[in-house]
């Protein structure tokens, strides 16, 4: 079992990768001693994982109940994190009691959030299922929900006391969601590791086999970058926007579809549109460009999509909550492996972006 260290003070936590749930609950004893379990997952997770997950815990002396909701980013909503709320009072949780997430982003932003409130904050832990919420979401204590077209606008930071990664758990992964997680796989390579971004390349077959050792060395290493920058900015005032790379036109582009486009096939067209920009401007090569473009190719993702309204994708990124003194903040590549911020990002330059990703 591999271990990662998340240094945030008196709320770090551990980062564990392995290959099956056997450990969670002995690795969850030495965070704190819980009588009541809650775990929180979707209707697809809950098909493949909540019989399992509520034999080990029970298994392991914990008064465990289950709770889930309907898959799908139209589940992040007020009335889910209402119904979690209820479910912990039903189960009659108290500050001593703990909320697992069992599931995808989706799943790790609702429990999150709802642990967030719930008598002011108690624990959870964080069991990412899909690569996306592998790779990233799980780590990094961002919770929220998405509100008038809004992506996330409304949330909390709550960290976890601890993230078990189960790799196997992608075996079950349709390939859309896949494809979906590795956006995120993807970003991080082009943020700080141009090493890595070059293995995505080279290991391309091993990853689309799915295999174990492979799928581990990636989650070490995305979590690896992700723990680096929360460490160092977890309120997100200053480097932990650099995780943002693809999300300022990426979110309001899965906004604009009615979520029908998952969130890593949003990103990878972010990441494009980004790219396109700095590329414009003389900051990112035409082969770097075509680089970025070939990789997401090799991974299945779409490079163009159906914007007919431009003018409503550009009414969404207003209402994003990546400003600053009222001004979008974007965050451009200047070679792969390296990004910085700017705020300076023309309208005309998001008309370009725009027309580069849409058709």
Not at 106 to 131: E, K, N, S, W
Not at 329 to 354: H, M, N, R, W, Y
Request: hydrophobic letters at 40%; a negative charge; proline letters at 1%.
């Amino acid at each position: 079992m591999k271990k990662l260290f998340v240094d945030l003070a008196e709320k770090s936590y551990n980062i564990y990768f392995d290959v099956d749930f056997n450990k969670l609950c002995d690795k969850i004893s030495e965070v704190g001693q819980y009588k009541k379990v809650l775990i929180v997952t979707d209707t697809n997770v809950e098909r493949l994982y909540g019989a399992e997950a509520v034999r080990v815990f029970t298994a392991n002396g914990y008064d465990t109940e289950i709770t889930r909701f309907e898959a799908g980013e139209q589940s992040k909503s007020i009335d889910t994190i209402m119904s979690i709320c209820a479910a912990c009072i039903e189960h009659g949780m108290d500050r001593k009691s703990l909320i697992v997430a069992l599931g995808g982003g989706v799943v790790g932003d609702m429990a999150g959030f709802a642990a967030a409130i719930y008598m002011r904050g108690i624990d959870f832990v964080q069991v990412p299922t899909t690569l996306l919420s592998q790779s990233d979401s799980s780590v990094g204590g961002k919770t929220g929900i998405d509100f008038m077209n809004a992506k996330n606008i409304l949330g909390a930071f709550h960290q976890p006391k601890l993230v078990y990664i189960n790799t196997s758990t992608l075996k079950t992964l349709p390939e859309r969601e896949f494809v979906s997680g590795m956006g995120e796989v993807i970003k991080h390579g082009m943020i700080r590791n141009r090493a890595f971004f070059d293995s995505l390349v080279k290991n391309h077959d091993s990853i689309a086999a799915l295999d174990n050792s492979v799928l581990l060395d990636i989650a070490y290493t995305n979590c690896s970058i992700k723990a680096d920058v929360v460490s160092k900015d977890e309120f997100e005032n200053g480097l932990r926007a650099d995780l943002n790379f693809g999300h300022t036109i990426g979110h309001a582009v899965e906004a604009y579809s009615g979520f029908r486009l998952t969130h890593g096939e949003c990103v990878g067209m972010g990441m494009l549109a980004a790219a396109h920009i700095a590329n414009k401007r003389g900051i990112f090569s035409d082969q770097e460009l075509k680089g970025l473009e070939n990789v997401l190719k090799m991974y299945g993702f779409s490079l163009k999509t159906e914007i007919s309204d431009r003018g409503a994708v550009k009414d969404i990124m207003q209402r994003d909550k990546k400003k600053s003194a009222g001004s979008l903040k974007f965050v451009l590549p200047e070679k792969i492996g390296s990004v910085f911020q700017c705020t300076d990002v023309t309208e005309k330059e998001i008309d370009e972006a725009l027309d580069f990703i849409g058709k």
